[in-house]
């Protein structure tokens, strides 16, 4: 089946600062979702962006579909940025639309 | 809209017993997908639901089943618990197969 990486596994940053979190895949997908996970375990949809250029605020995400990587940038973090940030591909070869995780970076901002 | 919710929040049961969760799917859609989230990974795909028929199933033991309403809700059965079926279920709605998925806020269950 399809993979997915994400990197890094880890981030801790400083109030203020910029980060990317990059997510690679093994095979060519019909959808992609970055979604954060709070501790309580909700998953929140930030994009959905199998291939193009989004902004959301702070957030922003690019996907190459031709080159298998997406990232995620998050500008000017807060706090509440804190939590596990996970990438999802559904696979092109699936026509139900089965999501794969990567394993998330766990994010950390301190004040 | 009404977004998607499930139920219960929090469930302890025994290793052998039989469970049943819930989901309601957000207003439109008529497609559910369950996940399983051990502690530390992330979710593992279970099954999908399609207009009330399965539409496919990741590599989950038969003794995980499920059903989906006219209404389009959907429940998970899970039969003679495991101790290491305890992980946080996550249940998605789309508006159609391969569509932008929405999760609910998940039942953790813990099997002693």
């Known amino acids: 089946g399809i993979q997915v990486e994400q990197s890094p596994p880890d981030l801790i940053l400083q109030e203020g600062a910029n980060s990317t979190l990059r997510c690679n895949f093994s095979d060519s997908v019909n959808n992609l979702q970055w979604f954060h996970q709070n501790p309580w375990g909700q998953l929140i949809n930030l994009f959905y962006?199998?291939?193009g250029t989004k902004q959301n605020g702070r957030l922003s995400a690019t996907t190459v579909a031709t080159e298998r990587y997406s990232l995620l940038y998050i500008s000017s973090s807060q706090t509440t940025d804190s939590g596990v940030y996970f990438c999802a591909v559904g696979p092109s070869t699936d026509s139900w639309g089965k999501l794969q995780f990567g394993a998330g970076t766990q994010v950390v901002v301190t004040p | 809209e009404t977004g998607v919710t499930q139920s219960p929040t929090h469930l302890i049961k025994t290793r052998g017993q039989q469970v049943t969760l819930r989901c309601s799917s957000q207003s439109g859609h008529n497609t559910v997908s369950w996940y399983q989230q051990a502690l530390g990974q992330g979710p593992q795909f279970i099954f999908q639901y399609y207009r009330e028929e399965e539409n496919g199933r990741g590599n989950f033991p038969p003794r995980f089943s499920g059903l989906q309403f006219p209404n389009y809700s959907s429940e998970l059965n899970v039969n003679a618990l495991e101790l290491d079926d305890s992980a946080l279920y996550l249940c998605?709605?789309?508006?159609?197969?391969?569509?932008?998925?929405?999760f609910g806020p998940g039942t953790r269950l813990t099997v002693t």
């Open positions: 962006i199998p291939s």
């Open positions: 998605a709605s789309s508006s159609d197969r391969g569509d932008e998925q929405y």
